[in-house]
């Protein structure tokens, strides 16, 4: 019998133990399989349904509740409502994480530059996304639409817009809490340059609350998207979008619930995978919580 | 002065202050220091004297904007140091000069293992040595100050403060650097650990043949611990000498005396300690004459005019008008 050589705890390097920790956490990797099951289904759309089923009516079967032909039955023209709910789930994703993405990018080189370099640069550019935060971001995002027209891609960047103060403001504390600490002194007194301590020294500290608040926004974000949807802005129907799929089909919830309940349920199963695997990096990146 | 070597570090009417929106805070005024190879000083003053900002300086690590030299000189070797470009003030840092803080607690990242950050001053400064060379060192550093390099895989956590304070002075010696800064090493720490910490050093310096510059309020660990001491009252240098002139308390400044006053005697049945009579002078304040004359039980009319001169008699600085004329101390 080969016997696996156990390594103890502090064989581990930091990466590891992140990884560790993280796994040993339930909840987050319940999230984690959700996130994942919810992204399978949505890549291999093309493989359970087809494109052709989102935009085809089949009108003799309009209103059709859930059977072995339709999964999660039609809307009002007889279209699938399983090939909408995948082909939706598409944009919904992809545009959650580019703006997501794009914010988080801004955030850090604006926050990052504010909070490590201080005085002028940092008031010039706290000024400016002070006025970005005077905008309620709904109001932001729909202003920025209304302004470039509709479609995915504007909507990305009206609502990665609409985020980068957010964000901003975040990495600029964990960076200015960080920039006084004793390590980050003892650092540049044994010769570290400005950009090794940022990389080295600020970021492995900072991270925590920078990745809990990106992936707790993202939730948030998949939900903005939604709500775009659902007033008309950004993804216009007949694209699918799980928050226009419920906005089109409004008038029709009260008799065939299933309408609203499977594109809501998509959205906040996938809502919820997102935050517990949000809290469970947060939990796994703090070494205090290490056991 | 004994002019006719170089010294390791001299510091020449070194003035340093903090500007804010308020007010010029003056933390350090025209203060001399001279540190040769290998020898200990003790830098002693009370809270705000001005002994970190000291270290700091010789560093070029005062907090941007708000602190800047504003006149002197800071020579490492004979090199001026203030006007050094960045990049060789980066190979400096660490390499030559390292620096020790008070607190062992936050001096370390939390987020890598100690052994990393030992390692770490060994990746900036020695690109040159393997990978293999560089773990035998740290591990060797390790042994030396009393940590099993079993442990180097441990993070900051996992230690207690005397540990710390331990993998602290090994990132600080790892390079071998000719000149220390401990800024109060052992005040966070709890007196018996103190002890071990001061032998530590001690130990490590000797082997190593550094200098260190020991910041400290603590006058019993400078007569324990060093050669040489310099007593600094805002931001000035108003007495400074070997440990046995200084501690004989025969000829001291009024300020030295004061600090004695306060430390109770085990020989002497005192009642009573005497502190120092009233506060640390206001540090926006440009005084005249002498920085001490509120405080001092000696003081003449003419100190608060006229700021006294250093009188050095067989290497023992006074700066004070009472021992102008005097030959004897």
């Known amino acids: 019998m080969f016997k696996r050589k156990k390594k103890s705890l502090s064989e581990y390097s930091m990466g590891e133990l992140v990884m560790f920790r993280f796994r040993k956490n339930k909840l987050a990797m ?232 499977i594109p809501g349920i998509c959205i906040a199963l996938t809502v919820m995978a997102v935050n517990f695997i949000g809290d469970g990096l947060r939990d796994a990146f703090d070494p205090r919580t290490k056991n | 002065m004994e002019e006719s070597k170089v010294s390791l570090l001299e510091i020449d009417a070194l003035t340093v202050e903090y500007r804010t929106d308020d007010a010029i805070v003056h933390a350090v005024n025209d203060l001399d220091l001279r540190l040769d190879k290998g020898e200990t000083r003790g830098l002693v003053g009370e809270t705000g004297a001005g002994k970190t900002t000291l270290a700091l300086s010789v560093l070029r690590l005062l907090p941007e904007r708000v602190g800047h030299i504003a006149g002197g000189s800071i020579r490492y070797e004979g090199r001026e140091l203030l006007q050094m470009p960045e990049a060789e003030m980066l190979a400096l840092r660490g390499k030559r000069i390292s620096m020790i803080f008070q607190d062992p607690m936050t001096s370390l990242n939390p987020t890598h293992t100690v052994g990393d950050q030992i390692l770490e001053v060994l990746n900036l400064h020695f690109p040159e040595m393997t990978k293999q060379q560089k773990e035998a060192k740290v591990d060797e550093m390790m042994t030396l100050v009393g940590i099993p390099p079993s442990r180097k895989t441990d993070f900051p956590h996992q230690f207690s403060g005397g540990m710390k304070q331990r993998i602290v002075i090994a990132m600080a010696l790892v390079a071998e650097p000719e000149l220390l800064l401990a800024d109060e090493p052992t005040t966070a720490l709890d007196v018996t650990i103190q002890a071990q910490i001061l032998e530590l050093i001690r130990n490590l310096k000797n082997q190593f043949h550094t200098a260190v510059l020991l910041i400290t309020h603590d006058l019993g660990v400078v007569a324990e611990f060093c050669d040489t001491v310099s007593v600094v009252y805002a931001g000035r240098v108003v007495e400074y000498g070997t440990v046995e002139a200084v501690f004989e308390k025969k000829n001291n400044h009024p300020y030295t005396a004061g600090l004695f006053g306060c430390i ?64 004897d101390f």
């Not at chain 1, 309009?62 to 399983?82: A, H």
């Not at chain 1, 201080?118 to 905008?135: E, K, P, Q, T």
């Not at chain 1, 709904?138 to 920025?144: D, G, K, N, S, W």
């Not at chain 1, 007033?231 to 409004?250: C, D, F, H, Q, Y």
């Open chain 1, 30 to 261: 319940f999230g984690v399989f959700l996130l994942a099951a919810v992204f399978l289904a949505v890549l291999l759309a093309p493989v359970l349904s087809s494109y052709d089923n989102v935009v085809q009516m089949h009108v003799k079967d309009r209103f059709t509740s859930p059977n072995g032909s339709y999964i999660f039955g039609t809307d009002e023209f007889g279209r699938d409502l399983f090939a909408r709910v995948l082909y939706g789930g598409r944009i919904s994703l992809l545009a959650s994480f580019a703006i997501i993405g794009i914010a988080l990018v801004m955030g850090a080189l604006i926050g990052g530059a504010a909070g490590y370099f201080g005085g002028r640069v940092d008031s010039v550019l706290m000024r400016v996304v002070d006025m970005l935060m005077a905008v309620p971001s709904t109001l932001l995002a729909m202003a920025i639409i209304t302004a470039l027209g509709n479609g995915v891609w504007k909507l990305v960047v009206a609502l990665a817009v609409s985020q980068i103060a957010r964000f901003s403001r975040i990495v600029r504390s964990a960076v200015l809490t960080l920039r006084n600490v004793e390590f980050i002194e003892a650092a540049q007194c044994y010769g570290c340059s400005s950009l090794r301590i940022i990389v080295k020294h600020i970021l492995p500290n900072g991270i925590g609350p920078i990745i809990v608040s990106a992936t707790l926004n993202l939730g948030q974000t998949i939900l903005s998207i939604s709500s775009m949807g659902y007033l008309g802005l950004g993804v216009a129907s007949p694209t699918p979008e799980w928050g226009t799929i419920i906005s089109e089909n409004k008038a029709n919830i009260q008799a065939y619930p299933y309408l609203g309940l």
């Open chain 2, 264 to 327: 109770p005697d085990l020989k002497d049945d005192q009642p009573r300690l005497h502190p120092i009579a009233g506060r640390m002078s206001d540090p926006r304040v440009v005084h005249e004459g002498c920085c001490f004359c509120d405080r001092c039980d000696h003081a003449m009319e003419r100190c608060k005019t006229v700021a006294p001169a250093m009188h050095v008699h067989k290497g023992h600085g006074i700066a004070c008008h009472l021992f102008e004329n005097r030959e």
